[in-house]
């Protein structure tokens, strides 16, 4: 039975207009009238999640960053943070640069960057955020610690970055591709797997009796934690294969179709 449903937002509950469709919001509060907690565990900062937390009306907790922070949703007060290694995030910025990518640092619910001038629209489209923009990321990494890098840019040069890191970071830094022109760096002590722990934890719910629904590589941890695992339609072949289940495609409402084979016909 499924007392927590643990949600993506970036191509899973939002299109690619940004916005959550009728159905899947009707869904979503179909299950919490049942009483089944829904809790948001994304890749973004939290203020870039805040409009679809308050969009939705939850309450509680959510996870942002890739669970490299859990927030109080009514006083905003950071419950835990898992920081990267200044002397890593500082190595990885120094060869995203040398490879024309750009670093955007995630600390403290905020996100900070050089801004995105020279790259092509295509790549920076999902970056619906607001950002700080600043004049030097390595000085804004040491003045704000970052839980997450996320770098933009051609996917070739990401993936040498992925390999420095796995090369160099592999026992302390994850490096995962959220979309083929963003990779993202955080700590191995925080994933979206060992959020929902954590969350399920805190709201005294069984793990199993979890559920979540994701669409990329940083859900992998999150399908490994929950007794069920739902991967979106749209999701790389690699993401698919680690899920209990596969979904429609995030334009065709993947989510509501899911809730409703899972939660409420189980009901």
């Known amino acids: 039975m499924v007392k927590l449903l643990a949600l993506d937002i970036d191509g899973t509950i ?8 009728f159905s899947v919001k009707e869904s979503i509060k179909a299950v919490r009238s049942m009483g089944i907690r829904v809790v948001l565990l994304s890749g973004r900062n939290y203020l870039g999640m805040k409009g679809y937390i308050n969009e939705l009306e939850l309450k509680g907790v959510a996870a942002s960053a890739n669970g490299a922070e859990v927030v109080n949703i009514v006083d905003e007060q950071i419950l835990y943070k898992e920081l990267i290694p200044f002397h890593m995030a500082s190595e990885v910025i120094d060869e995203s640069l040398k490879e024309g990518l750009v670093p955007i640092n995630f600390s403290n619910l905020r996100v900070y960057t050089t801004g995105f001038d020279d790259l ?4 920076t489209r999902a970056l619906n955020q607001e950002f700080n923009i600043v004049k030097d990321i390595k000085e804004n990494i040491f ?3 970052p839980v997450k890098l996320m770098l933009v840019g051609r996917e070739a040069s990401l993936a040498r970055i992925k390999k420095i890191v796995e090369d160099n ?19 191995k002590k925080a994933d979206k797997g060992k959020a929902l722990q954590y969350i ?10 979890t559920m979540c629904i994701g669409d990329s590589e940083n ?8 007794a069920l695992s739902v ?3 749209n999701a790389p072949e690699n993401v698919k294969n680690r899920a209990h ?3 429609e495609h995030v334009e065709n409402d993947g989510v509501a179709k899911a809730i409703e084979k899972f939660i409420i016909k189980h009901e």
């Open 14 to 21: 939002i299109k690619e207009d940004n916005r959550i469709s």
């Open 120 to 123: 092509p629209e295509a790549y």
């Open 143 to 145: 003045i704000f610690p």
């Open 169 to 187: 970071f592999d026992d302390v830094l994850n490096a995962d591709f959220s979309l083929g022109n963003l990779l993202e760096v955080y700590s």
């Open 200 to 209: 399920a934890n805190r709201m005294n719910v069984n793990i199993q009796d």
């Open 219 to 226: 859900d992998i941890p999150m399908f490994e934690a929950a």
């Open 231 to 233: 991967s979106m339609g």
């Open 245 to 247: 289940f596969i979904t």
